[in-house]
T-cell receptor, first 115, second 112 residues
Framework: DSGVTQTPKHLITATGQRVTLRCSPRSGDLSVYWYQQSLDQGLQFLIQYYNGEERAKGNILERFSAQQFPDLHSELNLSSLELGDSALYFC??????????????FGSGTRLTVV | TQLLEQSPQFLSIQEGENLTVYCNSSSVFSSLQWYRQEPGEGPVLLVTVVTGGEVKKLKRLTFQFGDARKDSSLHITAAQTGDTGLYLCAGVENNYGQNFVFGPGTRLSVLP
């Protein structure tokens, strides 16, 4: 157990729908990062929050949004889902504003299947 | 935009053999990390290297950061079936980078 909790583990939904993925960071970590992993794209950075504020944005689609709450848990919202959104979505956390020094601790991921 | 390349893409070896996988970029990194990911799990951090020329050892794993901080290698001695997994390198271009860029990974299979 890495200490980063992601729910749900699996999600199957239809095209056009909206889903919410949840992440609780490791105790004491203030930064939360969201990554998308697909077979052909590898791990792609989506967005980072630090202590409730958005800190960095990567290749996140406009249909996707995220937030970090006062208790530091984070949610990734995916809307108007398309078949191509099927992927593993990982949350990672780190204590600092960047993972430069100590790296990231990843959760086990949410496998999203859009049918 | 920095780009990390990893080679080989796939590697299948017998238990007990040695192997080296590589991570290369045209960019200079202030630090670079190696992760191992097993099926159904998230990547797990193995090591962070920050100084050009740095060598770090973790039991049978030896990590090297290139002198110019553009490349890195991971050498595994006497591979075991438990070493099977996806090996990812990740780097940040400067100390102000907010996130790491991950390479595509090397998928290692160690056969008994």
């Amino acid at each position: 157990d890495s200490g980063v909790t992601q729910t749900p583990k699996h999600l199957i939904t239809a095209t056009g729908q909206r889903v919410t993925l949840r992440c609780s960071p490791r105790s004491g970590d203030l930064s939360v990062y969201w990554y998308q992993q697909s077979l052909d794209q590898g791990l792609q950075f989506l967005i980072q929050y630090y202590n409730g504020e958005e800190r960095a944005k990567g290749n996140i689609l406009e249909r996707f949004s995220a937030q970090q709450f006062p208790d530091l848990h984070s949610e990734l919202n995916l809307s108007s889902l398309e078949l191509g959104d099927s992927a593993l979505y990982f949350c990672a956390s780190s204590a600092l504003k960047s993972g430069t020094a100590y790296g990231y601790t990843f959760g086990s991921g949410t496998r999203l299947t859009v049918v | 935009t920095q780009l990390l390349e990893q080679s080989p893409q796939f590697l299948s070896i017998q238990e007990g053999e040695n192997l080296t996988v590589y991570c290369n970029s045209s960019s200079v990194f202030s630090s670079l990390q190696w992760y191992r990911q097993e099926p159904g799990e998230g990547p797990v951090l193995l090591v962070t290297v920050v100084t050009g020329g740095e060598v770090k050892k973790l039991k049978r794993l030896t990590f090297q950061f290139g002198d110019a901080r553009k490349d890195s290698s991971l050498h595994i001695t006497a591979a075991q079936t438990g070493d099977t997994g996806l090996y990812l390198c990740a780097g940040v271009e400067n100390n102000y980078g907010q996130n790491f860029v991950f390479g595509p990974g090397t998928r290692l299979s160690v056969l008994p």
